[in-house]
């Protein structure tokens, strides 16, 4: 069992940065990647940026060039760094990781989110 917690959304203006803060607790032996997801209101989840155990990234086009995906093993952290904000990107982030349920099933393991609003 994995347990995730987001921190560090807020309010900002177009252009500026947030860093954002997923601490994880438990067990992640078997986690295949962990990554950001964000949803804004009436929109599905989509997939912001991903990485491996093995330390491969994803992006998803829009916030190519402006986020980045960062892990501290020791500190048991996962980090998005969001630069550049735009309006568009206001949504709820939330932390994921994917991995073996305690039946051994893959399951998506989720944070309780951390609002992110980009506005003047």
């Known amino acids: 069992q994995v347990q995730l917690a987001e921190s560090g959304g807020g309010l900002v203006q177009p252009g500026g940065s947030l860093r954002l803060s997923c601490a994880f607790s438990?067990?992640?032996?078997?986690?295949?990647?962990m990554g950001w997801y964000r949803q804004a209101p009436g929109a599905q989840r989509e997939l912001v940026a991903a990485?491996?155990?093995?330390?491969?990234?994803n992006y998803a086009d829009s916030v190519k060039g402006r986020f980045t995906i960062s892990r501290d093993n020791a500190k048991k952290t996962l980090y998005l760094q969001m630069n550049s904000l735009r309006p568009e990107d206001t949504a709820v982030y939330y932390c994921?990781?994917?991995?073996?349920?305690?039946?051994?099933?893959?399951?998506?393991?989720w944070g309780q989110g951390t609002q992110v609003t980009v506005s003047s």
């Open positions: 438990g067990s992640i032996v078997g986690v295949s990647a």
């Open positions: 990485i491996t155990g093995r330390g491969s990234t």
């Open positions: 994921n990781a994917y991995g073996p349920s305690r039946s051994g099933y893959y399951i998506d393991y």
